[in-house]
């Protein structure tokens, strides 16, 4: 039994007060209304429990009702307070930087055939070396008509056919 109230404030945990716990519930409810306001197809690529998929189901039917959804978005934010929330983050984000994905992969492919135009037929063997499903003749042959191309300053057909040819086998 503890003997002063030091003693009595060293048992107790660290609650959270009142207002985190109301500002907590607050983002749980707008992450709810988010995951709501998707489509179906986007829903579907979340990772949700069977309860959150019922859940969804029923915020479907009930968008056009304003207090209805309204609570329903409060009961889901129960359940998302009881659920690991990253790997549905995690899904959503990626959803949502896709094209920043694909921006990058793009860059990566350009600076690769510009590597392999400039340095010649050293970067393509490294990269027949690496990328087991390139064809010696045909990268060979579509290199060579793009460095002629690029020398003739003209940035063409085969220039592109490159860029497809790489894209189509190298994975980042």
């Known amino acids: 039994m503890p003997q002063s109230a030091n003693d009595i404030d060293g048992l107790e945990e660290e609650l959270p007060s009142k207002s985190e716990i109301k500002r907590e519930m607050h983002r749980l409810q707008d992450f709810a ?5 998707m489509s179906k197809h986007q829903r579907s690529k979340l990772p949700l429990s069977d309860e959150l998929k019922e859940a969804m189901v029923l915020a479907d039917k009930i968008t056009n009702k304003h207090e209805a959804l309204r609570r329903h978005v409060r009961h889901i934010a ?6 690991d929330l990253e790997p549905i983050k995690h899904a959503m984000d990626v959803m ?3 094209h920043q994905q694909e921006s990058v992969k793009f860059a990566k ?3 690769l055939r510009d590597e392999v135009i400039a340095q010649g037929n050293e970067r393509i063997e490294a990269l027949l070396a690496e990328v087991d499903t390139l064809e010696r003749q045909k990268l060979r042959q579509l290199v060579r ?4 191309e690029h020398s003739a300053e003209k940035v063409g057909k085969h220039y592109r ?3 497809n ?3 189509e086998h190298v994975i980042f």
């Open 96 to 98: 949502a930087n896709k």
């Open 161 to 163: 056919d490159l860029f």
């Open 145 to 148: 008509h793009a460095k002629k």
């Open 78 to 83: 129960k359940i998302l307070a009881e659920t």
């Open 165 to 167: 040819y790489l894209k």
């Open 33 to 37: 209304l988010v995951i709501v306001k």
């Open 109 to 111: 492919l350009e600076h």
